[in-house]
């Protein structure tokens, strides 16, 4: 089973090759309409949509049960799969059924709130969409009872117990808010919830529309009026379902991944281990932050390609992670209007066919724009179908990662409303190494830097290292460059 293929005679829409029309027209998708006869007949009562889950959702998926098999067995050492962020938060005043009420408000609009994740039932793997979730998208706790050192034990263990926590993928909603109340304008909202169902876009975009929507109803005392549903994802679901069985693209990768689908070239030999898996924070700001977004700008190819040739620079300096292949996330959002604003999984991870190097602050930001460009454009193909087409020597054993993301804080300062944010986030995935600049728009004089290793690829004190040297070299040579 691999979840893309399957039975179902697919919707009259297919095409040969997906590049040559537009993404609006997989709008034309109706309801079910990915579905054959036999899985149709198999969706339960309440459902509103059913479509064939992407082939990077069934990779997280499968990760996140396999992670808790494992667990099950005893196995030590196996972080839980799934998304933990907490955001502290200042609101103008507490009202505890209103905390409720938006949940339901942004349930009603977003079928991600709505959807359960079936990895069996069917012919391949499912997301089925309810009318509305089974159980309640919030649940509030009241802590102004408690002093600040109780309050501040027990986020410790609530943010333990949902790192901790098994979840079922089949258990709507797969996303789920909960409120600490602290004090009459304080609280903690946190966001709990697998890879599979949302990427980091939409838990940004969520966090900001509860935000919005409760300190709107604040303002009007009145009810929270649900906006109409929206349904994106099954267009999403087709176009991905097209490219796979098209395999227009296949061809370009095999050639540009040829040196790891051979002899695996560049992969960690499975078991070496460093050091104990270890997560860091780092901060970018100051002088150097201004270089690097000057590079941006007077090289015309963006942030996130400087930040990617810190990277792969970085690399270079790690020994024996230079020869490896490192991915980077793509988004895989229709073109289509308000598409910006869906909520869901629309991330794939693409491989970078170039071995990390030095580099030239001046002329590699070019050099790597134009790599990322080419895989930004077959960058719809899954992950996981390259690795089940040409081996597991072509996944990379780095991933770097850039978000961009406006906050809460900005959208308080937009309404306003003084307020402040601080955010904590236990994410994890299942690369050996991760690299995730983070930058918020309201934020433009600093760039956090999160570091993860599961203990294959490097130690904290070298890999820190290599990212502080790479930083302050393309820095410091772009400084140089610019005044001549």
Known sequence: MNGLAGTAPGWAGDVADPATVPDDHWTGVPAFGLLDPADRALVPAGAVDAFPMTGQQVAMATQLVMGNARRRKGAAGVPPYHNVAMSRLSVPAVDLGLFVACGEALAARHEMFRSALDLDTYSVPMQIVFAEPPEPLVTVHDLRRLDEPGRTAELDRFAAAENARTLSLRDAPLTRFTVHVLTDHRITLTITEPHAIADGWSTHLNFIEY???????????GPVVP???SFRLRFHSAQQR???????????????????TTDATGSLRHGTTVSAAWHTSLTISGSECEALLDLARASGVGL????????????????????TLTGMTVNTRLAVEDGVDARGMFLNVVPLPRRAEPVDAVAAPADVHREVMQVTARGRVPLAHLVREFGRGVAPQSLFVFNSFHSVAGAAERMGID???QVSDWSRTDFPFEASFNRSEEA???????LYSDGRFADEPTAVAAYRAAVRGIANRAVRVRHG
């Open 211 to 221: 935000f919005d929507t409760y300190v709107a109803a604040l303002g009007n005392g």
């Open 444 to 450: 433009t004089n600093r760039i956090d830097l999160q």
């Open 304 to 323: 996130k390609t400087v930040l990617l040739t810190v990277h792969l620079t970085a690399l270079h300096r790690i020994p024996g992670a230079a020869g």
């Open 242 to 260: 097209c490219v796979v069985r098209s395999g227009s693209d296949l061809d370009w990768w095999r050639e540009q991944l040829a040196p790891w």
């Open 227 to 229: 906006p109409p549903p």
């Open 419 to 421: 307020t402040f944010e």
